[in-house]
């Protein structure tokens, strides 16, 4: 029988070793020297909640799951009922097909149909691709459909940075953080965005400099990334030295980064570090910031890799 989490393709190079589930085309497991990278879940388990999975037609929130765009008035299904928004896209629980199947990569694919909120047709394709410098995730949309179409995309990997991660909560609060990030999106206590603002006017979030985390619960979108070579780089350190590094190029402007925290679950509170660089920020198709607007027959690939420190 089929896993839970859909039809399993495992690629390895070198010392790494990485598992995708065709459902949602996630991300289950990448490994370096048998060392999680990132937070783990089983083949045959309902993927928890986002975790390692494809964001699109758009990352993050659409508040209140309503925007305009073409001068007509688009209502979407709120798939986050406790704060009343429509969450990372349409494709999260969708199977996706192989459209390539290697030893060091695997290539799936999926159509986003015409439907209530969003009537445009776009194929999805997310890549996975091992090397020796790590997994890079790339995302292409090609617009299938007659119309243009508002596009946006991103991951949502838990980055782990150390033996603890997923066995005792919380680990997080252990690991050294560097973000090189000079703004940060603030938001209402639904999330729900509201300004730019310079992390130095949120110290609590100013990670520029590396340092633990500690008890910091962050969930926000940051901006001005710092750049060397035209990549960002995010890193995640435990106390042994062992880490993992995310980075990304300027296809995406953006990342989310949240703690984790589910302090009801503590199989899940801070276990890992979502972070997942985006082509846009929460809520660009009301705001329009960043926003990809494909037209027809166009496509749009963005990317980003995680490699072991």
Known sequence: MTPRSGTQFRIAHGGYVAEVAS???????????????????????????????????????I????????GRRHELSLTEPSRGHALHGLLSWAEFSPREVADDAVALVAVVEPQVGYP???????EYRLGPDGLTQTVTARNLGTDAAPWGTGPHPYLAAGESAGTEAPAVNAWTLRLP???????DDRLSPLAVAPVTDHPEWDFREPREIGGVFIDHAFTALE???????????APD??????????????VQVHTADTPGDRATHRVGLAVEPMTCPPDAFN?????????????????WTIAAI
Request: charged letters at 25%.
């Open 63 to 70: 508040v209140d799951g309503v925007y305009e765009f073409g």
């Open 227 to 237: 750049r060397e070579g035209g990549f960002a780089e995010v890193r995640l350190t």
């Open 181 to 187: 990030a000079a703004e940060v999106l603030e938001v």
């Open 23 to 61: 459902v949602g085309a996630s991300l289950r497991t990448l490994t370096h020297g048998g060392r999680d990278l990132v937070v783990p879940f089983e083949a045959d388990e309902v993927r928890p909640g986002y975790r390692g999975t494809t964001l699109a037609p758009w990352p993050n929130r």
């Open 287 to 303: 705001s329009g910031t960043d926003l990809v607007v494909l037209e027809p027959g166009a496509s749009h690939a963005a990317g």
């Open 241 to 254: 030295g062992t880490g993992v590094a995310m980075t990304w190029d300027d296809r995406c402007p953006w």
């Open 120 to 126: 445009f047709r776009v194929e999805v394709t997310s």
